[in-house]
């Protein structure tokens, strides 16, 4: 079984400052792991992902994340915002096993860059 | 919370033949309803937006009469996968999104396994 739980629905931050949403997850096997961002009547877009190499992972639009298995988090951070990042962000937890496939996603994070 | 189902779960058919997948969202109205698919290891690839009642728009590079969209009511969507080839094998999942009054929510289906041999 796995899941996968987004902190906060909404997150706003100004203009330039950090970025972080998090995204904590379970699974029983070694997991994939995904950033999707999804702007307004927009389908999702890969920001970046985790597939078992480097812990940390950078994406596009100076995004970033980094894998910890201790802490089960897959956190998305970006040093300064920019209005452009105005958008929803999902986390996804992906398995691959023989024939198995299974995705699961978390339920989303808004966020708001404030001027 | 809001649910949305997809059939079959799993599908094998031969090359040649025609597959649809349907997905529902089960107790809400989807205005829009998003068709991906995602191959072993890979990120999720969008193939196509519908909207009820209207003709869906097609990813560039997705062939929209190979992949055929019906989006004929709020809680319904179809993807035909016509004269399949093993290459069409793949993971195909939907997402449905529905207005709020705080914005759009969206759900996702939990897939539908392609295996074309």
């Known amino acids: 079984a796995q899941s996968v739980t987004q902190l906060g629905s909404h997150v706003s931050v100004s203009e330039g400052a950090l970025v972080l949403l998090r995204c904590n997850y379970s699974?029983?096997?070694?997991?994939?792991l995904f950033w999707y961002v999804q702007y307004p009547n927009q389908g999702l877009q890969l920001l970046l992902k985790y597939t078992s190499a480097a812990t940390l992972v950078k994406g596009i639009n100076g995004f970033e994340a980094e894998f910890k298995k201790s802490e089960t988090s897959f956190h998305l951070t970006k040093p300064s915002a920019h209005m452009s990042d105005a958008a929803e962000y999902f986390c996804?937890?992906?398995?691959?096993?023989?024939?198995?496939?299974?995705?699961?996603f978390g339920t989303g994070t808004k966020l708001q860059v404030i001027p | 919370g809001a649910v949305v189902s997809q059939h079959p779960s799993r599908v094998i058919c031969k090359s040649g033949t025609s597959v649809k997948i349907e997905c529902r969202s089960l107790d809400f109205q989807a205005t829009t309803m998003f068709w991906y698919r995602q191959f072993p290891k890979q990120s999720l690839m969008l193939m196509a937006t519908?909207?009820?009642?209207?003709?869906?728009?097609?990813e560039q590079g997705v062939e929209k009469d190979k992949f055929l969209i019906n989006h004929a009511s709020l809680t319904l969507s179809t993807l035909t996968v016509t004269s399949a080839h093993p290459e069409d094998s793949s993971f195909y999942i939907c997402?449905?999104?529905?207005?709020?009054?705080?914005?759009?929510?969206?759900?996702f289906g939990p897939g539908t396994r392609l295996t074309v041999t």
């Open positions: 997402s449905a999104r529905v207005r709020k009054l705080a914005g759009h929510e969206q759900y």
């Open positions: 996804a937890v992906t398995v691959f096993s023989g024939g198995y496939q299974k995705v699961t």
């Open positions: 519908s909207n009820e009642g209207s003709k869906a728009t097609y």
């Open positions: 699974s029983s096997v070694p997991p994939y």
